[in-house]
């Protein structure tokens, strides 16, 4: 759809937050079933994709001649915004066939992924019908030090409806990605995990995130213990099978083993 490579396609804007700014980018197939929206390349960087439709057809929930396996590609890029805080700069992120983001390769860092709605219809609530969006957002082959919602205000991604996983990271040489306060969840179907940590993804060289356990929780209040002093913990609710993170409620820091 979009296709930025070569090294130098810097420092140029893909959409924009004001009425009509926005572009369809739907439908996209190379021919052998690996279609992608937006691509951004090796050394490409400064990029900023802002306030599109990547996946749905133009009035949002056609699905037809979708073809397009990836959302937005990142390979070897730095610096690149998708989306951003201000009112209108997240992209619908939707309906692909595969990955909503799929990040990859060593010097894939420094990338931003911020304000998107990464599997839902716009309303960032509603299931569009026939979506088939295995992950939300996909990094492997060393991508590292990216982030991936945030804490300030508009920051945060929707990342909703799902197959497989919200946000998967794999390889212990994929590490040092933020993932901050994004609701993660499908209601409509089965979701493996909302994060998956695979083969010492994300590791960071300390304990998984299982070592993080919920000892006690009230109506106002929730504690725990953790295995590194500092650490952040956030906490969202969650249905009976503790897979969906449905809304995010706070974030606490471990001290002496607990928080």
């Known amino acids: 759809g979009v296709n930025f490579s070569g090294g130098n396609a810097n ?17 996209n197939n190379n021919g052998s079933g690996s279609g992608r929206g937006v691509y951004i390349g090796s050394g490409d960087n400064n990029n900023v994709i802002l306030g599109n439709m990547i996946g749905p057809g133009a009035d949002s929930l056609n699905l037809s001649g979708n073809t397009q396996e990836y959302g937005v590609y990142l390979y070897n890029a730095y610096s690149n915004t998708i989306g951003g805080s201000a009112a209108g700069a997240g992209n619908v992120i939707s309906a692909n066939l595969g990955r909503g983001v799929y990040m990859t ?12 709605r990464i599997g839902p219809a716009p309303d960032g609530v509603s299931f569009i019908s026939g979506s088939s969006q295995d992950y939300g957002v996909y990094l492997d082959a060393s991508a590292s030090n990216n982030a991936i919602g945030g804490s300030a205000p508009g920051e945060v991604n929707i990342i909703a409806f799902n197959e497989q996983y919200g946000v ?5 040489a994929t590490r040092y990605n933020l993932i901050a306060r994004n609701p993660i969840y499908n209601t409509v179907s089965s979701m493996t995990e909302a994060i998956g ?7 960071n060289y300390q304990s998984n995130p299982s070592a993080t356990v919920i000892t006690n929780v009230t109506t106002t209040s929730a504690g725990g213990t953790g295995a590194n002093d500092g650490d952040s913990v956030e906490v969202f609710t969650s249905d009976g099978g503790c897979i969906n993170a449905l809304q995010y409620l706070g974030t606490t820091v471990v001290s002496g083993g607990i928080w």
Do not use: P
Request: glycine letters at 22%; a neutral charge; one cysteine or more.
């Open 105 to 116: 390769a060593s010097s894939c860092t420094l990338n931003v992924i911020r304000g998107n």
């Open 197 to 203: 940590l695979v083969s010492s993804g994300n590791s």
């Open 168 to 172: 998967y990271i794999t390889g212990a």
């Open 11 to 27: 420092n140029n804007t893909v959409g924009g937050t004001g009425t009509g700014e926005g572009n369809i980018i739907s439908g």
